[in-house]
């Protein structure tokens, strides 16, 4: 007779409810990792992850206005204003793409021009400017022929930044659409668009009607209207342009012989083999070859950046204290046109005098003035050159003291954000900053040189 061990109620039930413990653990676990990993996706490609708190307002505005019907569509005015403070697109400008919602096609332009035509074979005689489904529209080059040109076009895509210079922050073509409806209740919104400027960066939300615009006649006595206007707004983000910074920042100042160099990598080492020297030939053959993706050829540096950023503590005076602001080229491919430069300082509020650099505050918040921009003069520094011996500028800026806040301990006297050409440059760890030498340390250093003055001495004396 086989013996059996007689089973305890108790324990059974202990082990059940350990074991419907576990799996429940083991649920909310894997249900906290979905929702962390979903939070994760959300902020990266949402878009939010396009915020930037020193240009919270900052964004590029596409404007149509539907100024006239046709036989079988519309005329439109296409503006685009770049309501960024500090980011501009530079050479080679702007790339705008869209999916029509019909069978829409594009007769005619002005002041711009579509890549490819596409297939327009069904169409017999009069053939249009593009039949593509999906257009790519670029500006047109400057000193075009006059009846090719349009208000704000024609500038090669660049646009200046609203904060530099508004009047430049603008491009406008006009565009004949046909096979598309020929009333407010027919005509059917573009979907899909995309900004090139001219990378990647840019997300653009959908069309959307607004109040027609109104416009005034040239006496400016009489107001006319859009028959129809909608608004596509771009955001930018520097994580979606690149996955390494653009930019790096060093440090250096009077009080210590120790310059605090970009971090090692900053902007990634991953092409450090493609990177040529300074005395290479090669760099003669490709000194400012300008590509369509901007693809830089970089000098072979400890951080591979193609900008690094100096900012150097030069003098201290009684109610003063004098900075010098140094920006190095080490692009061979590439001339940086109107720069900006933005740092955030907390004595930015405090600006005397700044020498060879524009400089306009910046303030976001009506009640805090540490964010300014740097930008060249015009016609003097507003091109910063490629690498070489005149790729860099220069210039210093005189700073009041605020005696109640003012100190250079911990790092006070150094910017705490950097922003070039609208990208954040990478920092030095604060470990790494300039420090003031400390006062008892240097007591405790040159006490020995007195004791061996003080015996020099009483020799002397005695003998």
């Known amino acids: 007779m086989a013996f059996t061990e007689p089973v305890n109620p108790s324990n059974e039930r202990s082990t059940i409810i350990e074991s419907t413990y576990l799996q429940n653990r083991l649920q909310c676990h894997a249900f906290l990792r979905f929702i962390l990993v979903t939070l994760f996706f ?19 505005t596409i404007k149509w206005d539907i ?15 770049n309501f960024q403070m500090y980011r501009h697109i530079m050479t080679p400008g702007w790339t705008l793409d869209w999916v029509w919602a019909k069978k829409e096609v594009i007769w005619s332009m002005v002041g711009a021009q579509t ?28 000193g075009v022929p006059y009846n090719q040109q349009y208000s704000n076009c024609c500038k090669g895509g660049v646009m200046a930044s609203w904060g530099q210079d508004p009047s430049q922050a603008i491009s406008a073509f006009q565009v004949s659409v046909g096979q598309s409806g020929t009333s407010n209740k027919t005509v059917k919104l573009p979907k899909s668009f995309t900004l090139l400027g001219p990378g990647l960066g840019y997300t653009c939300g959908p069309a959307k009607i607004v109040p027609p615009t109104v416009y005034l006649t040239a006496d400016r006595r009489r ?14 983000s520097q994580i979606l342009a690149r996955k390494n910074p653009n930019c790096c920042v060093s440090f250096s100042s009077f009080y210590n012989d120790t310059i605090t160099p970009c971090p090692t990598c900053a902007c990634g080492c991953q092409n450090k083999k493609n990177c040529i020297q300074s005395s290479d030939p090669k760099v003669l053959r490709e000194i400012n070859t300008t590509r369509k993706d901007n693809t830089p050829l970089l000098q ?10 100096h900012w150097h503590v030069k003098l201290n005076y009684k109610a003063y204290w004098r900075v010098k602001i140094a920006i190095t080229n080490f692009n061979y491919r590439m001339n940086y046109t109107q720069w900006t430069l933005v740092m955030q300082h907390p004595n930015l509020n405090n600006v005397t005098q700044v020498f060879s650099f524009d400089y306009k505050p910046l303030v976001p918040y009506q009640s805090i003035n540490d964010t300014g921009m740097f930008y060249g003069m015009k016609y003097y ?17 005189l700073l009041e003291k605020d005696p109640i806040t003012f100190t250079f301990k911990q790092g006070w006297a ?50």
């Open 115 to 142: 890549t490819e035509q596409g297939d327009c074979s069904k169409f017999k005689g009069n053939v249009p400017h593009c039949c593509k489904k999906n257009p790519t529209v670029v500006d047109l080059l400057p």
């Open 300 to 309: 072979c540096t400890h951080h591979m950046c193609p900008i690094r950023v």
């Open 414 to 463: 150094f910017p705490r954000k950097v922003y070039f050409n609208g990208d954040e440059c990478m920092l030095p760890q604060p470990d790494a900053y300039p420090f003031l030498p400390n006062s008892a340390l240097a007591n405790l250093s040159s006490f020995p040189k007195l004791v061996a003055s003080l015996l020099f001495l009483l020799m002397t004396v005695r003998w």
């Open 381 to 397: 520094n507003d091109l910063l050159m490629e690498a070489g011996q005149l790729g860099n500028v220069q210039s210093e800026v």
């Open 223 to 236: 107001k006319t209207q859009a028959l129809m206007t909608w608004n596509v707004t771009c955001t930018y």
């Open 42 to 60: 959300v902020m990266i490609f949402s878009p939010a992850a396009a915020y930037d708190p020193l240009d919270p307002n900052g964004n590029i």
């Open 67 to 81: 100024v006239s019907w046709t036989a079988d569509g519309y005329v439109a005015s296409v503006t685009m204003n």
